[in-house]
């Protein structure tokens, strides 16, 4: 139980363009979804909060025009980075919760931006 | 500010070599510390959740423990397959998490 997906696991885009990352609960109803972008070597950044049918809540210093979410239901999320630069490039991990307090987390995309 | 440090930032080990992981925090009332494992290029997979002082989880080769200050993640008889890099969270406010920035540990055949 509690299996999260992405899609896709890996991208490449060209600078300028704009990327969509899909989050899915496949066995469970998320009350909350989690987007994290992480760093080589580096541990998890949590850059937004987000509740189906409702706005998600950035963290500081998080651009909300740039990193776009959407939580249309409770078994998905979009992320959206729009106008992608290549320090956009990173890995974009996404968790889920039901009720208890555990996240569970997606495979993860890997974005490069040329 | 909620923290969390684990320690050491990286651990190699002979195959069968027990160990243990560090993992100290601060916070205002901890209601609740996680520990994950992550695969290099994959996302965290949950492990364990412990909420109070005292309170012990295992999972065959792991047992994770909890006290007032530090959590620790035994390894018992490691396998090669152990390798990866071990997250410790803990929740902050209603649902997030602050993760510390992991150890590495290497398995040794």
């Known amino acids: 139980g509690a299996v999260v997906s992405q899609h896709p696991s890996w991208v490449i885009c060209k600078s300028g363009t704009s990327v969509k990352i899909e989050c899915r609960s496949l066995d469970f109803q998320a009350t909350t979804m989690f987007w994290y972008r992480q760093f080589p070597k580096q541990s998890l950044m949590l850059m937004a909060t987000?509740?189906?049918?409702?706005?998600?809540?950035?963290e500081q210093g998080v651009e909300k025009d740039k990193f776009l979410i959407n939580h249309a239901s409770l078994t998905l999320s979009t992320l959206t980075v729009t106008s992608a630069h290549p320090e956009d490039s990173s890995f974009y991990i996404c968790?889920?919760?039901?009720?208890?307090?555990?996240?569970?987390f997606g495979p993860g995309t890997r974005l490069t931006v040329t | 500010e909620d923290q969390v440090t684990q320690s050491p930032e990286a651990l190699r080990l002979q195959e069968g070599e027990s160990s243990s992981l560090n993992c100290s925090y601060t916070?205002?009332?901890?209601?609740?510390l996680f520990w994950y494992r992550q695969d290099p290029g994959k996302g965290p997979e949950f492990l364990f959740t412990?909420?109070?002082a005292g309170e012990e989880k295992e999972k065959e080769r792991l047992k994770a423990t909890l006290t007032k200050k530090e959590s620790f993640l035994h390894i018992t008889a490691p396998k090669p397959e152990d390798s990866a890099t071990y997250l410790c969270a803990v929740r902050q406010g209603a649902q997030k998490l602050v993760f510390g920035q992991g150890t590495r540990l290497t398995i040794n055949p």
């Open positions: 968790s889920a919760r039901e009720t208890s307090y555990e996240q569970y």
């Open positions: 987000s509740n189906e049918g409702s706005k998600a809540t950035y």
């Open positions: 916070v205002s009332g901890l209601r609740g």
């Open positions: 412990l909420y109070s």
